[in-house]
């Protein structure tokens, strides 16, 4: 059985400078048995209500700006699957969510980017789901929880987001190894409640975690961490890094 998967994705440019979180999330996805298909919720695909992309061939949405030209050439053109799509719905109907289709959502960067570090053929089908922000950590969790049978069925599960994601506090000319107190505090608090799997804590961690509101002055990059966690098992962590000194990496696996 597959798997459920964080991935801290971080910027845009991941895809063309990948850093330490290339080289991870290849030798990750080495060790994983090959999905049959790949369900993704990006923090950048956030909405009032519960969606799920049924296009069959979803374009590349390049949702960003000020980059190099080279990363706007980048294109991931997986297949998209409306069939898993229609039973994502009814598994989330099933649990009392309304849920409904979107057949023109494009890839956003939330799932390009680490997928053609992960699987670069592109060959494997894709779905998203939405991200409901504003109802916050129990739903995304729920959702996750409703989910979690299809990694039975050869469905790799991720939410993509980032463990901090302060981008007013980044240090544009910070090294790998300069990472700040404030930050790495929090990612230490949260993977701690990962490992004591103390879900009350987690779901009120603006309140409980140390720096909470200074790293996630909105909180749609750590929300995809309970989609995740309520989709898998076991916590372990498969990687753990910052970049521009306050730029979470970390990689966290659920069984």
Known sequence: MLPSLFISHGSPMLALQPGASGPALARLAADLPRPKAIVVMSAHWESR???????????????????????????????????????????????????????????????????????????????????????????????????????????LLIGSGSITHNLGELDWQAGPQSIEPWAREFRDWVVDQLGAEDEAALHDYRRQAPHAVRSHPSDEHLLPLYFARGAGGQFSVVHQGFTLGALGMDIYRFA
Do not use: C, K, N
């Open 49 to 155: 209500e519960l969606l799920v992309s049924a296009s069959p061939a979803p374009e590349t949405w390049h949702d960003f700006g000020g980059f190099p030209r080279e990363l706007f050439a980048v294109q991931y053109p997986a297949p998209g699957d409306p069939a898993l799509a229609q039973q994502i719905v009814e598994l989330l109907i099933a649990d009392g969510l309304q849920a409904r289709f979107d057949h023109q959502r494009p890839f956003d960067h939330g799932t390009w980017v680490p997928l053609s570090l992960m699987y670069p053929a592109a060959d494997i089908p894709v779905v998203q789901v939405s991200l409901p922000s504003h109802m916050g950590p129990a739903l995304q969790t729920r959702i996750g929880q409703a989910l979690r049978g299809l990694r039975e069925q050869g469905v």
